[in-house]
Protein backbone atom coordinates (compact mmCIF):
# COMPACT_ATOMS: atom_id res chain seq x y z
CA UNK A 1 0.00 0.00 0.00
CA UNK A 2 3.09 2.26 1.43
CA UNK A 3 4.68 1.18 -2.22
CA UNK A 4 1.69 2.40 -4.17
CA UNK A 5 0.54 5.78 -2.82
CA UNK A 6 3.87 6.92 -1.88
CA UNK A 7 7.35 4.68 -3.41
CA UNK A 8 6.00 4.51 -6.98
CA UNK A 9 4.96 7.58 -7.30
CA UNK A 10 8.34 9.04 -6.52
CA UNK A 11 9.88 6.10 -8.65
CA UNK A 12 8.28 6.50 -11.95
CA UNK A 13 9.24 10.13 -11.50
CA UNK A 14 12.68 8.92 -12.39
CA UNK A 15 13.42 7.52 -15.81
CA UNK A 16 12.50 3.62 -15.67
CA UNK A 17 15.99 2.93 -16.11
CA UNK A 18 17.50 5.39 -12.78
CA UNK A 19 14.47 4.15 -10.77
CA UNK A 20 15.59 0.12 -11.68
CA UNK A 21 18.85 0.99 -10.50
CA UNK A 22 17.70 2.60 -7.74
CA UNK A 23 15.49 0.42 -6.18
CA UNK A 24 18.41 -2.38 -6.80
CA UNK A 25 21.28 0.00 -5.04
CA UNK A 26 19.27 0.41 -1.81
CA UNK A 27 18.07 -3.31 -1.55
CA UNK A 28 21.96 -3.90 -2.55
CA UNK A 29 23.58 -2.25 0.35
CA UNK A 30 20.46 -2.74 3.23
CA UNK A 31 20.12 -6.64 3.23
CA UNK A 32 19.66 -6.72 6.93
CA UNK A 33 16.79 -3.82 6.72
CA UNK A 34 14.83 -5.77 4.35
CA UNK A 35 14.98 -8.92 6.05
CA UNK A 36 14.14 -7.17 9.36
CA UNK A 37 11.25 -5.23 8.14
CA UNK A 38 9.87 -7.07 5.47
CA UNK A 39 10.98 -10.76 6.31
CA UNK A 40 10.29 -11.44 9.45
CA UNK A 41 6.54 -10.47 8.94
CA UNK A 42 6.83 -13.39 5.89
CA UNK A 43 5.92 -16.83 6.15
CA UNK A 44 8.19 -18.55 4.07
CA UNK A 45 6.64 -21.68 4.01
CA UNK A 46 2.96 -21.36 3.32
CA UNK A 47 2.62 -24.64 1.15
CA UNK A 48 4.75 -26.64 2.60
CA UNK A 49 8.45 -27.32 1.36
CA UNK A 50 7.96 -27.75 -2.28
CA UNK A 51 10.30 -30.14 -4.58
CA UNK A 52 11.03 -29.27 -7.83
CA UNK A 53 13.43 -31.26 -10.42
CA UNK A 54 15.80 -32.27 -7.37
CA UNK A 55 15.12 -28.58 -5.06
CA UNK A 56 13.21 -27.72 -2.39
CA UNK A 57 11.56 -24.40 -2.29
CA UNK A 58 9.69 -22.54 0.13
CA UNK A 59 7.23 -21.68 -1.95
CA UNK A 60 5.90 -21.08 -5.88
CA UNK A 61 6.62 -17.42 -5.95
CA UNK A 62 9.75 -16.16 -7.88
CA UNK A 63 11.33 -13.39 -9.23
CA UNK A 64 12.27 -13.57 -13.41
CA UNK A 65 15.18 -12.92 -14.63
CA UNK A 66 16.62 -9.51 -15.36
CA UNK A 67 16.19 -8.05 -12.27
CA UNK A 68 19.16 -8.68 -10.62
CA UNK A 69 21.12 -9.31 -13.43
CA UNK A 70 24.64 -8.84 -11.55
CA UNK A 71 23.57 -10.00 -8.16
CA UNK A 72 24.26 -7.36 -6.75
CA UNK A 73 21.28 -7.89 -4.04
CA UNK A 74 19.94 -11.73 -4.01
CA UNK A 75 19.93 -11.52 0.06
CA UNK A 76 17.40 -8.38 0.32
CA UNK A 77 15.71 -9.85 -2.74
CA UNK A 78 15.07 -13.15 -0.74
CA UNK A 79 14.33 -11.58 2.24
CA UNK A 80 10.94 -10.03 0.46
CA UNK A 81 9.68 -13.85 0.01
CA UNK A 82 10.39 -15.37 -3.06
CA UNK A 83 11.02 -19.03 -2.68
CA UNK A 84 13.56 -18.30 -5.97
CA UNK A 85 15.38 -15.88 -7.72
CA UNK A 86 16.79 -16.20 -11.80
CA UNK A 87 19.11 -13.83 -11.66
CA UNK A 88 21.48 -12.78 -14.78
CA UNK A 89 20.83 -12.93 -17.64
CA UNK A 90 24.80 -13.50 -17.71
CA UNK A 91 27.16 -13.48 -20.93
CA UNK A 92 30.54 -14.75 -20.86
CA UNK A 93 31.79 -11.62 -22.20
CA UNK A 94 31.05 -8.39 -20.03
CA UNK A 95 28.82 -6.00 -22.18
CA UNK A 96 27.06 -3.10 -21.96
CA UNK A 97 23.98 -3.51 -23.73
CA UNK A 98 22.35 -1.47 -25.98
CA UNK A 99 22.17 2.19 -26.08
CA UNK A 100 19.18 4.22 -23.59
CA UNK A 101 16.81 4.90 -23.82
CA UNK A 102 16.01 1.20 -23.06
CA UNK A 103 13.42 0.61 -20.61
CA UNK A 104 9.50 2.41 -21.03
CA UNK A 105 6.60 2.29 -18.90
CA UNK A 106 3.28 1.81 -19.94
CA UNK A 107 1.35 2.68 -17.10
CA UNK A 108 -2.37 2.11 -18.78
CA UNK A 109 -0.95 -1.09 -19.98
CA UNK A 110 0.23 -2.18 -16.45
CA UNK A 111 3.34 -2.97 -18.79
CA UNK A 112 6.85 -2.55 -19.90
CA UNK A 113 9.09 -2.50 -23.12
CA UNK A 114 12.91 -3.15 -22.43
CA UNK A 115 15.62 -3.51 -25.39
CA UNK A 116 18.00 -4.03 -22.10
CA UNK A 117 20.61 -6.43 -24.74
CA UNK A 118 21.86 -8.45 -21.74
CA UNK A 119 23.75 -5.26 -20.31
CA UNK A 120 26.24 -7.28 -17.27
CA UNK A 121 29.13 -7.46 -15.75
CA UNK A 122 30.16 -11.13 -17.77
CA UNK A 123 29.70 -14.61 -16.05
CA UNK A 124 33.45 -14.75 -14.51
CA UNK A 125 32.70 -11.39 -12.38
CA UNK A 126 28.66 -12.88 -11.37
CA UNK A 127 30.03 -16.02 -9.94
CA UNK A 128 32.81 -13.93 -8.33
CA UNK A 129 30.12 -11.62 -6.57
CA UNK A 130 27.91 -14.71 -5.33
CA UNK A 131 30.29 -17.41 -3.83
CA UNK A 132 30.06 -16.94 -0.72
CA UNK A 133 26.54 -15.08 -0.65
CA UNK A 134 23.86 -16.70 -1.66
CA UNK A 135 20.78 -16.04 -1.15
CA UNK A 136 18.44 -17.74 1.50
CA UNK A 137 16.79 -19.20 -1.68
CA UNK A 138 16.93 -21.20 -4.82
CA UNK A 139 19.22 -19.27 -6.77
CA UNK A 140 18.80 -20.15 -11.14
CA UNK A 141 21.34 -18.31 -12.91
CA UNK A 142 20.08 -17.47 -16.41
CA UNK A 143 22.72 -17.60 -19.50
CA UNK A 144 22.60 -16.33 -23.14
CA UNK A 145 25.04 -15.57 -25.56
CA UNK A 146 27.45 -12.30 -25.67
CA UNK A 147 26.84 -10.01 -28.57
CA UNK A 148 29.83 -9.90 -29.94
CA UNK A 149 29.98 -14.19 -30.51
CA UNK A 150 28.32 -15.09 -33.62
CA UNK A 151 25.39 -17.07 -33.93
CA UNK A 152 27.20 -19.96 -35.34
CA UNK A 153 29.96 -20.32 -32.13
CA UNK A 154 27.31 -20.02 -30.02
CA UNK A 155 27.97 -22.98 -28.18
CA UNK A 156 30.96 -22.39 -26.94
CA UNK A 157 30.04 -18.70 -25.63
CA UNK A 158 27.02 -20.93 -23.19
CA UNK A 159 29.43 -23.31 -22.59
CA UNK A 160 31.76 -21.08 -20.90
CA UNK A 161 29.12 -18.91 -18.67
CA UNK A 162 27.76 -22.41 -18.00
CA UNK A 163 31.08 -23.92 -16.59
CA UNK A 164 31.27 -20.22 -14.70
CA UNK A 165 27.72 -19.62 -12.58
CA UNK A 166 27.85 -23.61 -12.53
CA UNK A 167 29.39 -22.80 -8.64
CA UNK A 168 27.08 -20.77 -7.83
CA UNK A 169 23.97 -22.25 -9.28
CA UNK A 170 20.98 -24.41 -8.14
CA UNK A 171 19.86 -24.51 -11.48
CA UNK A 172 20.87 -22.54 -14.82
CA UNK A 173 18.34 -21.47 -17.26
CA UNK A 174 19.30 -21.57 -20.70
CA UNK A 175 18.10 -18.30 -21.87
CA UNK A 176 17.40 -18.28 -26.15
CA UNK A 177 14.28 -16.28 -26.08
CA UNK A 178 15.40 -12.55 -25.58
CA UNK A 179 14.14 -10.55 -28.44
CA UNK A 180 16.82 -7.93 -27.80
CA UNK A 181 20.09 -10.10 -29.32
CA UNK A 182 19.81 -10.38 -32.34
CA UNK A 183 19.32 -13.84 -33.98
CA UNK A 184 18.92 -15.53 -30.70
CA UNK A 185 15.68 -16.57 -30.84
CA UNK A 186 17.11 -18.79 -33.95
CA UNK A 187 18.65 -20.90 -31.26
CA UNK A 188 15.48 -22.04 -30.86
CA UNK A 189 14.49 -24.03 -33.70
CA UNK A 190 14.61 -27.91 -33.33
CA UNK A 191 18.40 -28.46 -34.84
CA UNK A 192 20.24 -25.75 -33.36
CA UNK A 193 18.58 -26.34 -29.69
CA UNK A 194 19.03 -30.12 -29.85
CA UNK A 195 22.72 -28.92 -30.78
CA UNK A 196 23.77 -26.54 -27.84
CA UNK A 197 21.53 -28.63 -25.23
CA UNK A 198 23.33 -31.48 -25.64
CA UNK A 199 26.79 -29.93 -25.45
CA UNK A 200 25.50 -28.56 -22.44
CA UNK A 201 24.80 -31.85 -20.77
CA UNK A 202 27.23 -33.54 -21.86
CA UNK A 203 29.70 -30.69 -20.19
CA UNK A 204 27.14 -31.22 -17.06
CA UNK A 205 27.90 -34.47 -16.77
CA UNK A 206 31.95 -33.83 -16.99
CA UNK A 207 31.13 -31.07 -14.42
CA UNK A 208 29.26 -33.12 -12.31
CA UNK A 209 31.94 -35.55 -11.58
CA UNK A 210 34.55 -32.85 -11.48
CA UNK A 211 32.42 -31.19 -8.89
CA UNK A 212 31.88 -34.64 -6.60
CA UNK A 213 28.03 -33.81 -7.27
CA UNK A 214 25.70 -37.03 -7.55
CA UNK A 215 23.24 -35.22 -9.53
CA UNK A 216 23.47 -33.56 -12.36
CA UNK A 217 22.74 -29.70 -12.37
CA UNK A 218 19.29 -29.20 -13.61
CA UNK A 219 19.33 -26.98 -16.58
CA UNK A 220 15.90 -25.26 -17.78
CA UNK A 221 15.21 -23.34 -21.18
CA UNK A 222 13.37 -19.82 -21.48
CA UNK A 223 10.66 -20.17 -24.04
CA UNK A 224 9.34 -17.22 -26.05
CA UNK A 225 5.18 -16.30 -26.15
CA UNK A 226 5.70 -15.74 -30.00
CA UNK A 227 6.33 -19.40 -30.86
CA UNK A 228 3.65 -21.75 -32.52
CA UNK A 229 2.34 -25.40 -31.63
CA UNK A 230 4.51 -26.78 -34.48
CA UNK A 231 7.54 -24.85 -32.73
CA UNK A 232 6.76 -25.59 -29.49
CA UNK A 233 6.39 -29.29 -29.97
CA UNK A 234 9.79 -29.72 -31.64
CA UNK A 235 11.06 -27.73 -28.50
CA UNK A 236 9.01 -30.33 -26.65
CA UNK A 237 10.55 -33.18 -28.06
CA UNK A 238 13.99 -31.35 -27.86
CA UNK A 239 14.19 -30.68 -23.99
CA UNK A 240 12.78 -34.37 -23.50
CA UNK A 241 15.43 -36.02 -25.89
CA UNK A 242 18.40 -33.84 -23.80
CA UNK A 243 17.09 -34.80 -20.30
CA UNK A 244 16.15 -31.24 -19.73
CA UNK A 245 14.19 -30.57 -15.96
CA UNK A 246 11.90 -27.64 -17.40
CA UNK A 247 10.90 -25.10 -19.28
CA UNK A 248 10.53 -21.36 -18.26
CA UNK A 249 7.29 -20.06 -19.91
CA UNK A 250 7.58 -16.95 -20.96
CA UNK A 251 10.28 -14.79 -21.69
CA UNK A 252 8.65 -11.39 -23.37
CA UNK A 253 6.65 -10.92 -26.55
CA UNK A 254 7.20 -8.72 -29.63
CA UNK A 255 3.82 -8.34 -30.26
CA UNK A 256 1.77 -5.09 -29.64
CA UNK A 257 -1.99 -6.28 -29.62
CA UNK A 258 -4.50 -4.77 -27.35
CA UNK A 259 -2.37 -2.04 -25.93
CA UNK A 260 -4.23 0.97 -24.89
CA UNK A 261 -0.96 3.23 -25.10
CA UNK A 262 -1.16 5.30 -27.87
CA UNK A 263 0.48 4.60 -31.15
CA UNK A 264 2.29 7.57 -31.29
CA UNK A 265 4.11 6.83 -28.05
CA UNK A 266 4.22 3.16 -28.95
CA UNK A 267 6.33 4.45 -31.99
CA UNK A 268 8.18 6.75 -30.28
CA UNK A 269 9.37 3.74 -28.07
CA UNK A 270 10.20 1.32 -30.86
CA UNK A 271 11.33 -1.97 -30.62
CA UNK A 272 11.63 -4.50 -27.57
CA UNK A 273 10.16 -6.82 -25.69
CA UNK A 274 6.75 -6.07 -23.80
CA UNK A 275 5.87 -7.48 -20.42
CA UNK A 276 3.31 -7.39 -18.05
CA UNK A 277 -0.45 -7.23 -18.47
CA UNK A 278 -0.97 -7.68 -21.96
CA UNK A 279 1.62 -11.21 -21.97
CA UNK A 280 -1.05 -12.44 -19.51
CA UNK A 281 -2.94 -14.44 -21.78
CA UNK A 282 -0.48 -14.94 -23.97
CA UNK A 283 1.93 -16.85 -21.57
CA UNK A 284 -0.99 -18.80 -20.03
CA UNK A 285 -1.34 -20.15 -23.49
CA UNK A 286 1.84 -21.33 -23.99
CA UNK A 287 1.98 -22.98 -20.78
CA UNK A 288 -1.41 -24.70 -21.24
CA UNK A 289 0.30 -26.26 -24.54
CA UNK A 290 3.34 -27.35 -23.55
CA UNK A 291 1.76 -29.11 -20.16
CA UNK A 292 -0.81 -30.92 -22.94
CA UNK A 293 2.38 -31.95 -25.02
CA UNK A 294 4.51 -33.27 -22.18
CA UNK A 295 1.29 -34.65 -20.14
CA UNK A 296 2.23 -33.26 -17.28
CA UNK A 297 5.23 -34.59 -17.04
CA UNK A 298 7.66 -31.95 -17.31
CA UNK A 299 8.13 -29.08 -14.73
CA UNK A 300 7.03 -25.78 -16.25
CA UNK A 301 7.95 -22.58 -14.82
CA UNK A 302 5.08 -19.61 -15.77
CA UNK A 303 5.68 -16.01 -16.16
CA UNK A 304 4.25 -13.28 -17.77
CA UNK A 305 1.81 -10.61 -16.70
CA UNK A 306 1.70 -11.80 -13.02
CA UNK A 307 0.86 -9.20 -10.63
CA UNK A 308 -2.09 -11.00 -8.42
CA UNK A 309 -2.72 -14.51 -6.71
CA UNK A 310 -5.57 -14.91 -9.14
CA UNK A 311 -3.35 -14.28 -11.87
CA UNK A 312 -0.97 -16.66 -10.78
CA UNK A 313 -3.70 -19.08 -10.33
CA UNK A 314 -4.55 -18.88 -14.00
CA UNK A 315 -0.52 -20.11 -14.45
CA UNK A 316 -0.94 -22.95 -11.68
CA UNK A 317 -4.05 -24.13 -12.96
CA UNK A 318 -2.88 -24.57 -16.48
CA UNK A 319 0.49 -26.26 -15.46
CA UNK A 320 2.56 -24.26 -13.82
CA UNK A 321 4.35 -26.10 -10.73
CA UNK A 322 6.22 -22.72 -9.91
CA UNK A 323 5.83 -19.25 -10.89
CA UNK A 324 7.97 -15.87 -11.88
CA UNK A 325 7.36 -12.31 -11.48
CA UNK A 326 9.29 -9.15 -12.91
CA UNK A 327 6.68 -6.17 -13.90
CA UNK A 328 4.10 -7.06 -11.11
CA UNK A 329 7.00 -6.32 -8.92
CA UNK A 330 8.03 -2.76 -10.58
CA UNK A 331 4.29 -1.86 -10.40
CA UNK A 332 3.06 -3.58 -7.22
CA UNK A 333 6.56 -3.64 -4.91
CA UNK A 334 8.25 -5.37 -2.42
CA UNK A 335 5.09 -7.27 -0.62
CA UNK A 336 4.17 -8.62 -4.23
CA UNK A 337 5.80 -11.92 -3.39
CA UNK A 338 4.14 -12.22 -0.04
CA UNK A 339 0.80 -11.21 -1.38
CA UNK A 340 0.37 -13.42 -4.27
CA UNK A 341 1.92 -16.63 -1.77
CA UNK A 342 -1.00 -15.52 0.62
CA UNK A 343 -3.41 -14.93 -2.04
CA UNK A 344 -2.53 -18.34 -3.20
CA UNK A 345 -3.25 -20.36 -0.42
CA UNK A 346 -6.50 -18.92 -0.03
CA UNK A 347 -7.70 -19.63 -3.39
CA UNK A 348 -5.72 -23.74 -3.13
CA UNK A 349 -8.45 -24.10 -0.27
CA UNK A 350 -11.78 -22.03 -1.94
CA UNK A 351 -10.92 -24.46 -5.17
CA UNK A 352 -11.07 -27.48 -2.51
CA UNK A 353 -7.32 -28.75 -3.21
CA UNK A 354 -5.40 -29.70 -0.41
CA UNK A 355 -1.87 -28.83 -1.64
CA UNK A 356 -0.51 -26.90 -4.27
CA UNK A 357 1.12 -29.88 -6.39
CA UNK A 358 -2.47 -31.59 -6.56
CA UNK A 359 -3.48 -27.92 -7.86
CA UNK A 360 -1.39 -27.52 -10.73
CA UNK A 361 -2.63 -28.56 -14.48
CA UNK A 362 -6.05 -28.80 -12.72
CA UNK A 363 -7.44 -26.87 -15.60
CA UNK A 364 -6.47 -29.07 -18.30
CA UNK A 365 -7.43 -32.42 -16.36
C1 LIG B 1 13.57 -4.80 -18.00
C2 LIG B 1 13.48 -6.27 -18.24
C3 LIG B 1 14.65 -7.01 -18.40
C4 LIG B 1 14.57 -8.38 -18.62
N1 LIG B 1 15.73 -9.10 -18.74
C5 LIG B 1 15.67 -10.45 -18.90
C6 LIG B 1 16.85 -11.22 -18.97
O1 LIG B 1 17.97 -10.72 -18.85
N2 LIG B 1 16.72 -12.56 -19.15
C7 LIG B 1 15.51 -13.19 -19.27
O2 LIG B 1 15.45 -14.40 -19.42
N3 LIG B 1 14.36 -12.47 -19.18
C8 LIG B 1 14.41 -11.13 -19.00
N4 LIG B 1 13.26 -10.41 -18.91
C9 LIG B 1 11.96 -11.11 -19.05
C10 LIG B 1 11.36 -11.50 -17.68
O3 LIG B 1 12.21 -12.36 -16.98
C11 LIG B 1 9.98 -12.17 -17.85
O4 LIG B 1 10.14 -13.38 -18.53
C12 LIG B 1 8.99 -11.32 -18.64
O5 LIG B 1 9.15 -9.95 -18.34
C13 LIG B 1 7.54 -11.73 -18.38
O6 LIG B 1 7.20 -11.58 -17.02
P1 LIG B 1 6.47 -10.26 -16.43
O7 LIG B 1 5.27 -9.99 -17.29
O8 LIG B 1 6.15 -10.61 -15.01
O9 LIG B 1 7.46 -9.16 -16.51
C14 LIG B 1 13.31 -9.03 -18.69
C15 LIG B 1 12.13 -8.27 -18.52
C16 LIG B 1 12.21 -6.92 -18.29
C17 LIG B 1 10.93 -6.15 -18.12
Redesign the pocket.
Known amino acids: MLYRSLLRPLLFRLP??AA?QLALKSLAIAPNLTANLLGERFKRNPFGKLRRFGLTFSNPVGL????D?DGIALESLAALGFGHI?A??VTFHPQPGNEHP??FRLPIDK????R?G?N?EGAAAFARRVMGHKPACVLGV?I?KSKVTPLEAATDDYLQSFELVYPVADYI?V?V??P?TPGLRELQAGEQLDFLLHALQKRNKELAIEHSRNADMPVLV?LS?DLDDLELQEIVAVAQRNNVSGL?A???TTARDGLQTQADTMEAFGAG?L???P??QR?TRVIATLYSMTQGMMPLIG?????TAEDAWEKISAGASLI???????YEGPSIARNVNEGLRRIISREGFVSLDEAVGCRAK
Request: net charge positive; aromatic share 10%.
Open positions: PEHAAGFKEGTRLALINAFNSGANSSNKPITNTGSGSLRSAGGIFQIYTGFI
